[in-house]
């Protein structure tokens, strides 16, 4: 969430895309939590360690944000936005 904030709130950016492999399911399940959108599965998106691997995409835009921002920040940062 301190990135996403600083993301849209210093740099302005529009969208934030976090993509992850498939088999971490401990990073899976805080995009779960936190309710970022999956977009799908990018197939052999990145190559690590000589192996292409597939990587489930989530995307944030800034009206998500805005939307979810005070929950977010309170929720999660433990105070109020």
Same mark, same amino acid.
């Given at each position: =969430?301190?990135?996403?904030?600083? @993301?849209?709130?210093? #740099? %302005?950016?529009?969208?934030?895309?976090?993509?992850? $492999?498939?088999?971490?399911?401990?990073?899976?399940?805080?995009?779960?939590?936190?309710? =970022?959108?999956?977009?799908?599965? @990018?197939?052999?998106? #990145? %190559?690590?360690?000589?192996?292409?691997?597939?990587? $489930?995409?989530?995307?944030?835009?800034?009206?998500?944000?805005?939307?979810?921002?005070?929950?977010?920040?309170?929720?999660?940062?433990?105070?109020?936005?």
């Amino acid at each position: =969430i301190v990135v996403a904030r600083h @993301a849209f709130e210093d #740099l %302005e950016l529009h969208r934030l895309e976090i993509c992850i $492999v498939p088999r971490n399911s401990n990073s899976r399940r805080v995009m779960e939590k936190l309710a =970022i959108r999956e977009e799908g599965t @990018a197939e052999r998106f #990145l %190559e690590i360690n000589g192996t292409w691997e597939d990587h $489930v995409r989530y995307g944030l835009t800034v009206e998500e944000w805005r939307d979810r921002r005070a929950g977010y920040v309170g929720t999660w940062l433990g105070r109020r936005a």
